[in-house]
C-alpha cells in the first residue's frame, strides 16, 4: 500500500509522454555510485497490521491519564468536540496560508488565537505560534536582544530547568552570555542586574509551582535598560494576573495545558505575546484584518519582511513551520470553556493540588520545599531517592513524583494536580506513597 | 456579508463547556493580590455554535483534502487517515512518566530512528528538533560544535548556501552566528563548481545543499562537491526538504554529505496543519555523533532508555523529546510502504512532476532550466503574463496555485511539486486550467478571483496599519 493512483497503463502511458522506459530511467542520470543503496526496512505491512503492530507497541506503555507528574505539562481533558474540529481535513491538511482568498478558515483562527492569547498575556499582540514553551523563550530573549541591542540574560533558577538548557543552546549560538539567578527560599531574589543585560527572565508560577510577585523585578529590569520576560502557564492565567499587568514585555508559555493531549512532550505549541511597539521585531507568522477588493473584512499574513522566506539571512529567526494547528486546538479549548470555564478547571486544579499537599505532608518523612501560596504543581522532599519512588508507585500503577533536579536540591520531587483528580484518587496516591516509604 | 469573528459570536453569561462540579473559592489557596482583577475577554459560547463557528471556518479553507496542492518545496502529499487513529493510542503518555512505563513509546523512536538511519545513510540520530529550519539550526550548531572542539571554531566563520536555497539556510546560518555567503547556479541550474571553488577555503565552516535543489534537478557533481568540501575541512549539509524525489534510490550519507534533516511533514505525511506542527530530525555521520542534542534514544540490556550522558553535545534544542505524535506518524508510513512503497512513491513523485512539466510546456509555460526533472520543477509564463494573476486565477478554477516567486533566480516563477499521490487526470486537468488561463482576458485574470471567500486583500494596508487583534483599535 503506497497511497498512488496510478494504474499499470497510466504508469507507461505517462513514461512514454516523458521518454523514459521505465521508473529506474527516471534516475539514471544520478551517479551510478550513490544509486539504489542496499537498505534493510521492514516489510510492508496492510493496514490492519500497522495499527496491530502499533498497539502492540502501546500495550509496553503505561498511559498517564491521570497522572500527578508536573513540570509544565499535566494530565488535562481534551474536550472532544475540539478535536473533531480539529481533525477537519481543511485546517489538518493545509499549508502556511500564503494564498489568504482560499485561507481564510486558517487566517482567521489564528487572529482569534492572537487576540485570545494577548488577553489571557495582559499584552497586546501574539505571534501564530512557536514549536514549544522552551523555543518560545528563547525566540523571546532574542527578540528582547535585538531590540535593546544587548548580548547579556539574566534567568530566574525558577525557569523550567529544561527551558534554560534551551535557551542556554540559542544564546550559544548567537555569543550572548547567560546568567542564573538561584532561588531563595523557592522564589527569586531581588538583586543586582549586572550592566549591559538585554533581558531579565522569570517564570510564574515558577518551576516549583510557587507564586512569584514580580512587579518589583520588573521595575528593576526596566531601570537597567532591559526587557522583561515572563514565562507563564496559559492555564494559570484564567486566575492569575496576567504578566503585561505586573510589568511584563514579553510573555510566553507551552500551550499544553489548554487541553492539549502529553502525547510524551509533543507535539504542543508555544506562544509568544508581546507589546505592540516590539512587534517588528517579532519572529515568526503574523496575521492582520485588513479588506477585499469589495471591502469585505478578510485577514492576511502580515509584516512578513521580518520572515525567512523574504530576508533571508536577515530575518528574525529562521522559524518556519510552527505549530498551527495545535495552536488552534488551544485557541477552541479557551473558546469553548470560556473565561467563566478556564477559571473553573484551574481553580479546581489548585484546589486537588492543595489537599494533595495535605495528605501527602502527613506522611512520616516527607517535607514541604515549594513555599505557600502555590499554585497546582509543588515540590516535596522525600526521604528516598525521586526515581525509585516514581518506579515503585509506577508498580501501583501511580504516575507521580517527577525527580527534580539536583540543582535544586536533594531527594526532591515535583506533584501536581488537575481538574481530572477526584479526593478518592489524592487519597489513593496518599496510601500508595506511604506504603512506598515505608 | 462577513464572516463573524467568534468574539462577535459572544454573549455575556453565555456558556460552553463545563468540567468543574464544584468550584473552588480562589482566595483560599491564591493571596486577593495575586488574582486577576480583570477576567480575559474570551468568547463566551455555546458548544454548538462553537461548532458552527469553526465548521464555517474550515468551509473557507482548502487543504489537500479537498483541493489539488502542488506547492513547490512544500511535499503536499495525502497524509493517511490511519495516522491519526495511530496517535491515539500515545496521547496519555507523560513525558516525565518512568521511561520503564513508556518503553513502547521509546521502541517507537529507536525503531523510527533506525529506518530514518538506514534512508539517509547516517551513522546516528537525533529526533528532537521540532521542525525543518528547527532541524537546520540543531544541525549547524553540531557543525559549529565539532570545529570549535577541534580548534577551528573563530577561523570557520562563512557558510555557502546557493543562491537558490531554501530562505531557511541563510536564516539558520545566521541565527548560529555565521557570516552567509551566496554561490551562484550555473547556466544548468546546478551549483557552479569553479564559483564554488573560489569560495572554498579554511574560513568555511559548512555548505548547506538542497538535492534534489529548488529547481528540481539532482546536483550530478555532488560527489565532486563532497571531496573538494572534505579536502577543505568543510562539513557538507543536506536540507532534506526534497528527500521525497528520492527515498530508497539514493542517500545523502552515500553523497558525502555529513548531516542531514528531514521534514518528516514533507516526505513522510505528517499533515501540515495550516503551518504546523512538524518534525525535523537531524542524521549525523559517526564523526559528529558526539555533538547530538540531549537525550538520545538508545537501547540497551534492559530495554529502551533516554541517554543525557554525552559530554560534547550541543545541550538541548527543544523541551522532552520532540514532536513525538508526528514520529508515530511517520513510523506508521514507513511500515506501511516498505522499501519497495517508498522507492515506488519517489519515482512517481517524479514522473508525475515530469509528466505535468510536458503538458505545461505544451501549453505554452517555459521551462528555464529544462533538465531532467525530479519531483518538482520551476516553470514561467509566456511573456506578458504575471504569475501573481495566473496563480489567483487558478483559485477562481478550483486549484491551488504551486509556489509562486520561488526560487529567487527565476524571474515570475511558478514551482510545482505535484506529489505522487496526485493522479493522471488530476495533472491533466491541473494543465488545462494554465492552459486555459492564458486564453482569458488581461482584465479577468488582474480581477481574479472572484468567487473564493473573499477576493484580492489589501495586503499594504495591513503591512501599514496592521490590527493584529480582535480588540486592537489600530
Not at chain 1, 222 to 244: M, N, Q
Not at chain 2, 124 to 146: D, S, V
Not at chain 2, 216 to 234: D, N, P, Q
Request: charged share 20%.
Amino acid at each position: 500500500m503506497d497511497y498512488t493512483p496510478h494504474t499499470e497503463e497510466e504508469i507507461q502511458a505517462m513514461l512514454q509522454r516523458v521518454g523514459a522506459g521505465s521508473l529506474e530511467d527516471l534516475y539514471r542520470h544520478l551517479p551510478q555510485e550513490v544509486l539504489n543503496p542496499q537498505i534493510s526496512l521492514p516489510e510492508p505491512l496492510p493496514e490492519w497490521a500497522v495499527l496491530e503492530e502499533l498497539k502492540r507497541l502501546a500495550a509496553n506503555n503505561k498511559p498517564a491519564f491521570k497522572a500527578f507528574l508536573g513540570g509544565g505539562i499535566r494530565s488535562h481533558h481534551t474536550p472532544p468536540v475540539v478535536q473533531a474540529l480539529a481533525s477537519r481535513g481543511e485546517f489538518l491538511t493545509a499549508y502556511t496560508p500564503y494564498q489568504p482568498e482560499v485561507s481564510q478558515g486558517v487566517l482567521q483562527a489564528i487572529f482569534e488565537y492572537q487576540t485570545m492569547v494577548a488577553e489571557l498575556a495582559g499584552l497586546e499582540v501574539a505571534n501564530a505560534s512557536m514549536y514549544d514553551g522552551a523555543t518560545a523563550l528563547a525566540e523571546g530573549v532574542l527578540l528582547a536582544l535585538r531590540e535593546t541591542g544587548r548580548m547579556r540574560v539574566v534567568v530566574s533558577q525558577g525557569v523550567h530547568p529544561e527551558y534554560r538548557e534551551v535557551l542556554q543552546s540559542y544564546l550559544d549560538a548567537v555569543g550572548a552570555e547567560l546568567r542564573t539567578w538561584p532561588l531563595r527560599e523557592g522564589r527569586t531574589p531581588l538583586g543586582e542586574i549586572p550592566e549591559g543585560t538585554g533581558a531579565v527572565v522569570a517564570q510564574n508560577p515558577n518551576y516549583l509551582g510557587a507564586l512569584e510577585d514580580l512587579a518589583p523585578l520588573a521595575e528593576a529590569a526596566h531601570r537597567a535598560g532591559a526587557l522583561f520576560v515572563v514565562v507563564a502557564d496559559p492555564l494559570s492565567l484564567g486566575v492569575l494576573e496576567p504578566p503585561g499587568a505586573y510589568g511584563a514585555d514579553i510573555a510566553v508559555g507551552d500551550g499544553q495545558t489548554l487541553g492539549l493531549p502529553m502525547g510524551f512532550g509533543g507535539p504542543h505549541f508555544g506562544y509568544l505575546a508581546t507589546k505592540k511597539a516590539f512587534v517588528r521585531q517579532l519572529p515568526g507568522r503574523l496575521v492582520s484584518e485588513t479588506v477585499d477588493v469589495e471591502g469585505r473584512r478578510g485577514y492576511i499574513l502580515t509584516l512578513q519582511a521580518r520572515e525567512q522566506y523574504i530576508r533571508r539571512a536577515k530575518a528574525k529567526s529562521n522559524i518556519t513551520t510552527n505549530a498551527q494547528l495545535t495552536a488552534l486546538m488551544g485557541a477552541m479549548y479557551l473558546a469553548a470553556l470560556g473565561p467563566e470555564g478556564l477559571k473553573e478547571v484551574a481553580l479546581k486544579g489548585v484546589a486537588m493540588a492543595h489537599r494533595l499537599w495535605e495528605l501527602l505532608l502527613e506522611i512520616p518523612g516527607v517535607a514541604p520545599f515549594t513555599p505557600k501560596p502555590f499554585f497546582n504543581e509543588f515540590v516535596l522532599r522525600l526521604p528516598r531517592d525521586p526515581q525509585a519512588v516514581r518506579k515503585a508507585l509506577a508498580a501501583r500503577g501511580f504516575h507521580a513524583a517527577t525527580p527534580v533536579p539536583r540543582e535544586y536540591g536533594e531527594n526532591l520531587a515535583l506533584f501536581a494536580a488537575t481538574e481530572l483528580h477526584r479526593e478518592e484518587d489524592l487519597m489513593a496516591l496518599a496510601e500508595a506513597m506511604r506504603e512506598v516509604l515505608a | 456579508m462577513n464572516y463573524p469573528t467568534i468574539f462577535e459570536r459572544s454573549r455575556h453569561g453565555r456558556r460552553g463547556l463545563r468540567l468543574v462540579q464544584e468550584v473552588p473559592e480562589a482566595t483560599r489557596y491564591i493571596p486577593e493580590g495575586f488574582l486577576r482583577k480583570e477576567p480575559p475577554r474570551l468568547p463566551q459560547v455555546d458548544e454548538l455554535t462553537l461548532v458552527r463557528h469553526y465548521t464555517g471556518l474550515s468551509r473557507r479553507q482548502v487543504g489537500v483534502d479537498t483541493t489539488f496542492y502542488p506547492l513547490g518545496s512544500c511535499t503536499m502529499k495525502y497524509n493517511p487517515k490511519l495516522h491519526e487513529e495511530a496517535v491515539r493510542l500515545f496521547a496519555d503518555l507523560h513525558p516525565y512518566q518512568d521511561p520503564r512505563t513508556a518503553q513502547g513509546a521509546l521502541e517507537l523512536m529507536w525503531q523510527l530512528g533506525e529506518y530514518l538511519k538506514a534512508l539517509t545513510g547516517m551513522d546516528a540520530i537525533t529526533l528532537e528538533p521540532a521542525a525543518g529550519a528547527h532541524g537546520e539550526l540543531t544541525g549547524i550548531l553540531i557543525i559549529r560544535a565539532y570545529h570549535q572542539d577541534r580548534g577551528e571554531g573563530k577561523e570557520r566563520r562563512v557558510v555557502l548556501v546557493p543562491d537558490s536555497a531554501h530562505g531557511s539556510n541563510p536564516a539558520t546560518a545566521s541565527m548560529a552566528g555565521y557570516e552567509v555567503r551566496e554561490v551562484p547556479s550555473g547556466p544548468d541550474g546546478e551549483v557552479d563548481l569553479e564559483a564554488l571553488k573560489r569560495e572554498l577555503g579554511p574560513h568555511v565552516a559548512a555548505i548547506m545543499l538542497t538535492n534534489p535543489n529548488t529547481l528540481g534537478l539532482f546536483e550530478r557533481r555532488i560527489l565532486e562537491i563532497a571531496r573538494l568540501s572534505k579536502e577543505a575541512g568543510v562539513q557538507l549539509y543536506y536540507d532534506g526538504a526534497n528527500l521525497n524525489a528520492i527515498m530508497g534510490w539514493a542517500r545523502p550519507g552515500d553523497m558525502g554529505f555529513d548531516v542531514v534533516h528531514l521534514n518528516l511533514h514533507k516526505t513522510f505525511t505528517v499533515p501540515h496543519g495550516g503551518g504546523g506542527p512538524g518534525s525535523g530530525p537531524v542524521g549525523v555521520k559517526a564523526h559528529l555523533a558526539p555533538y547530538l542534542p540531549v537525550p538520545t534514544v538508545e537501547r540497551g540490556e534492559e530495554g529502551f532508555h533516554l541517554n543525557f550522558d554525552l559530554p560534547k553535545s550541543i545541550g538541548r534544542v527543544r523541551s522532552f523529546y520532540g514532536n513525538f505524535l508526528a514520529l508515530v506518524r511517520a513510523w506508521a508510513y514507513i511500515r506501511t510502504l516498505g522499501l519497495e512503497g517508498l522507492k515506488k512513491a519517489a519515482a512517481l513523485s517524479v514522473l508525475n512532476a515530469r509528466y505535468l512539466k510536458e503538458l505545461l510546456k505544451e501549453r505554452g509555460y517555459r521551462i528555464p532550466y529544462d533538465g531532467p526533472c525530479m519531483h518538482e520543477f520551476v516553470a514561467q509564463p509566456p511573456a506578458g503574463f504575471r504569475t501573481l494573476d495566473l496563480a489567483k486565477g487558478l483559485l477562481e478554477l478550483g486549484f491551488h496555485p504551486p509556489t509562486v516567486y520561488f526560487p529567487l533566480i527565476v524571474k515570475e516563477a511558478l514551482m510545482v511539486e505535484p506529489t505522487e499521490t496526485e493522479s493522471k487526470e488530476t495533472l491533466e486537468a491541473f494543465a488545462e486550467a494554465l492552459g486555459e488561463l492564458l486564453q482569458k482576458p488581461k482584465e479577468w485574470l488582474e480581477g481574479a478571483p472572484y468567487t473564493t471567500p473573499v477576493r484580492r486583500l489589501d495586503e499594504v494596508r495591513a503591512n501599514k496599519q496592521p490590527k493584529l487583534t480582535y480588540f486592537d483599535e489600530g
